[in-house]
């Protein structure tokens, strides 16, 4: 296609059922539960899922959905994941792109306990079950529309990256092969929590700061980016939020604000807002997002940490699902109260673009395409 394909996954938390709003159309599709591709019999490792989502209960509803840029990983309440082929995705070559439409399809659901964390890239998908279990499955397949596990190991986090596997694991980082076979060590990393892939390395949220990985031409090496001298372990970012492509990260800070982790310049910045309910970065050199307690979108210089501007966007108190998403363009913040997505120009003092009326309490959501 001649521009990016932007989707975002929504569900309302209580039904189960999911939609993809088609960010070009403004058009809403519910995706139906679908067994695994195949002969009807699910792979190992993976579920089969009923041929229509429950109606209520905590059984059948979703708690947390993510993406890794074409598919969506909804948490159901039965504590299973949810595969859905959102049908929209960018292929960056790095000196050009390519983007892609196909049909919006349900691949089935892989059996494991949350919190799950799910890292990719076009070869392998690596889905980390709460309990350290990593399963890896063939990317082509799951093109193809079936869910094929290749392999297991324990694990902190996994990150594929230039071809290999970054694995943390009993306070380091490895660099292993595509399977998972142990290799040389790249770096320490106690307490591994959170992961990000940028233009500039790999990043693993670390006890003591983050671990930048760097490969070229086969070869590894690490890097620590040690937190600012006096942080404590309930102010440590265990979740980065950025744009694809960018090499500028914003995590939560615990109860003191926002982290700005610049992964080019090897620094840390504490913006000091509060609590906040959700955050990420827009770009290297565009602002940080937050939606603070007082339910209103905030925006700072990702240098200076200065609030730039502010735009008050929810219809009633901000919940611990509301996400804001960003996209070369826009930010998305969900609003479940109000029944709405708000799109927002970040470049132009957070002006609202459109509200968007998928049809559903927006409880969770994710953006795909990118």
Not at 306 to 334: F, H
Request: aromatic share 4%.
């Amino acid at each position: 296609m001649a521009e990016p394909q932007l989707r975002l996954v929504l569900s309302d938390g209580e039904t189960g059922k999911a939609h993809v709003l088609d960010l070009l159309t403004a058009q809403t599709t519910e995706v139906t539960a679908v067994v695994a591709a195949g002969d009807g019999t699910p792979p190992a490792g993976v579920a089969e899922s009923p041929a229509v989502p429950g109606s209520s209960g905590t059984a059948t509803g979703v708690r947390e959905i993510t993406s890794d840029g074409r598919y969506a990983y909804l948490t159901t309440g039965s504590g299973a994941l949810r595969v859905i082929d959102s049908g929209g995705w960018t292929v960056d070559h790095g000196d050009h792109v390519h983007y892609y439409r196909a049909a919006t399809r349900g691949l089935g659901t892989i059996a494991g306990s949350p919190p799950y964390d799910v890292t990719g890239d076009g070869a392998i998908t690596a889905v980390r079950s709460g309990d350290g279990t990593v399963r890896l499955f063939d990317r082509a397949r799951m093109d193809r529309g079936e869910l094929a596990e290749t392999g297991r190991l324990a694990a902190d986090a996994v990150v594929p990256y230039g071809e290999r596997l970054l694995v943390a694991h009993d306070g380091a980082v490895q660099v292993r092969t595509r399977t998972g076979e142990p290799g040389t060590t790249v770096g320490s990393c106690a307490d591994a929590a959170g992961t990000a892939v940028t233009r500039r390395g790999a990043v693993f949220g670390c006890a003591d700061g983050a671990l930048l990985v760097t490969g070229k031409d086969g070869e590894f090496e690490g890097v620590k980016i040690r937190y600012p001298r006096g942080t404590r372990e309930g102010e440590r970012a265990r979740a980065f939020l950025h744009r694809p492509g960018s090499s500028t990260l914003a995590a939560e800070a615990g109860e003191r604000g926002i982290w700005v982790l610049n992964v080019t310049a090897r620094t840390w910045r504490l913006l000091k807002t509060g609590p906040a309910v959700a955050v990420n970065a827009t770009g290297d050199d565009t602002p940080v997002l937050a939606v603070i307690g007082d339910g209103v979108l905030h925006a700072y210089d990702p240098v200076t940490g200065k609030e730039t501007a502010k735009a008050r966007l929810l219809a009633g108190p901000p919940a611990g699902a509301v996400r804001i998403q960003v996209d070369t363009a826009r930010a998305y913040v969900n609003d479940p109260a109000g029944k709405a997505v708000h799109e927002i120009d970040y470049n132009d003092d957070l002006r609202r673009a459109r509200t968007l009326r998928p049809g559903l309490a927006p409880a969770y959501m994710t953006e795909t395409g990118r």
